[in-house]
Each structure stands twice: as structure tokens, then as C-alpha cells.
């Protein structure tokens, strides 16, 4: 079974400037859950997605966006990047709701 | 509200030695589920362990266990016989019944030097 995919590994932003991620789940996962990792603030929980629905929502300002497609893979999109933007993000998948989360490699976002 | 606090930030120990994690977590639901992964240098973390709160049964599996405890809102990890490979970032982590989301500690550096 493939695991967790998230394209692109690694991206390189100025200020200003938008970015969409993408995620695509384990097979047969229609839970997914995004996550922003830095240093200094650990993982930060970002939204949850099921069935298309967004259920849930961490604290972060409304330039941070996503979305779920009827295939359950999964994008977000980051508008007016900050330098504080700069970090690892971070897909999960799971099969359901309190299930174990399988994470993808993540994509390395660099503002500058 | 949901709170996972690993008030170890890094431990060091030597190849062979028994090494505890510690977790300690808050939530006012009677329902919920805590984990465990790991985050290897290579960055991905993987899934260790489940458990939901009804379950304070202790598990091990080969050289890890774990230890429920409701009364004191613990679930510690050890290490037994510790090897380089377990140099990882180890991380707890809180979900409630319908919160649709996981509350992740700040995690716990282990250095395991041969």
C-alpha cells in the first residue's frame, strides 16, 4: 500500500507571494490533517478534513486555506506568505475519526 | 481544553541503557485517545502506539512499553536496552472523542550514543 504523498518536497517563496500544497492519503483514509512543524513552535495543528468537510480548525490566521476533492486528496494554500511561514508542513491521513495518523514526508516551505 | 505537556526536552543516554519518556496530558472528555511517534533524523514520523482511555492496560512490544495512568494523566514510553537507531524525536499526542483534531506534545530529543 503506498503511503502518504505530498508534492512539492521542498519550496522555495518570496513575502507577498501564495503557495498551494498538495496531499495525497493512504488509500482508502478519507480522514487528513494538516500540520505546520517549526522549531520553535513544534507541530501545530492546522485543519482536519472528512468527506470533503472541513471539521475542525486550528489557530491560524485566514491566509492558511485548504481543501479536500471527492478522491480525498487534500490541498492547502498559504496567501500573503510571511517570513514566519517558513516550516515544515505536514500531511497526515487516517482511516477515521481518533484512528493512528499516517504522516507524509512533508514539504519544506522557505519564505524569503 | 486539550494539553500535552513532555517536559523533557532532550535526554542523552548511552547504547544499552533503559531510558523513560514522559507524558502528561489534560482533557475534560471521559473519551480520548493517546499516541505516540516517532520522528527519526530522516523527518517522517511514524505511528507507535494507540490508546484509548478506557484501556489502562500496560503494553509492551520488544523493547518498548508503555504505562497508562489515569489518576495521575500519564502515558510514559520506555526504552528498554537502548540502541543508536532509537535517536529520534519522540512525540505524544491527544485526541478527543469529537474534536476531529490531534494535540501534539513538544516532543522529547533522545540521543542514544554507542
Known amino acids: 500500500k503506498a503511503g502518504v504523498t505530498q508534492t512539492p518536497r521542498y519550496l522555495i517563496k518570496t513575502r507577498g507571494q501564495q503557495v498551494t500544497l498538495s496531499c495525497s492519503p493512504i488509500s482508502g483514509h478519507r480522514s487528513v490533517s494538516w500540520y505546520q512543524q517549526t522549531p520553535g513552535q513544534g507541530l501545530q495543528f492546522l485543519f482536519e478534513y472528512f468527506s470533503e468537510t472541513q471539521r475542525n480548525k486550528g489557530n491560524f490566521p485566514g491566509r492558511f486555506s485548504g481543501r479536500q476533492f471527492s478522491n480525498s486528496r487534500s490541498e492547502m494554500n498559504v496567501s500573503t506568505l510571511e517570513l514566519g511561514d517558513s516550516a515544515l508542513y505536514l500531511c497526515?491521513?487516517?482511516?477515521?475519526?481518533?484512528?493512528?495518523?499516517?504522516f507524509g514526508p512533508g514539504t519544506r516551505l522557505t519564505v524569503t | 481544553a486539550q494539553k500535552v505537556t513532555q517536559a523533557q526536552t532532550e535526554i542523552s543516554v548511552v547504547e544499552k541503557e533503559d531510558v523513560t519518556l514522559d507524558c502528561v496530558y489534560e482533557t475534560r472528555d471521559t473519551t480520548y485517545y493517546l499516541f505516540w511517534y516517532k520522528q527519526p533524523p530522516s523527518g517522517e514520523l511514524v505511528f507507535l502506539i494507540r490508546r484509548n482511555s478506557f484501556d489502562e492496560q500496560n503494553e509492551i512490544s520488544g523493547r518498548y512499553s508503555w504505562n497508562f495512568q489515569k489518576s495521575t494523566s500519564s502515558f510514559n514510553f520506555t526504552i528498554t536496552a537502548s540502541q543508536v537507531v532509537d535517536s529520534a524525536v519522540y512525540f505524544c499526542?491527544?485526541?478527543?472523542?469529537?474534536?476531529?483534531?490531534?494535540?501534539f506534545g513538544a516532543g522529547t530529543r533522545l540521543f542514544v550514543k554507542a
Open positions: 497526515a491521513s487516517s482511516f477515521g475519526e481518533n484512528s493512528e495518523q499516517y
Open positions: 499526542a491527544l485526541s478527543e472523542r469529537e474534536g476531529f483534531k490531534t494535540i
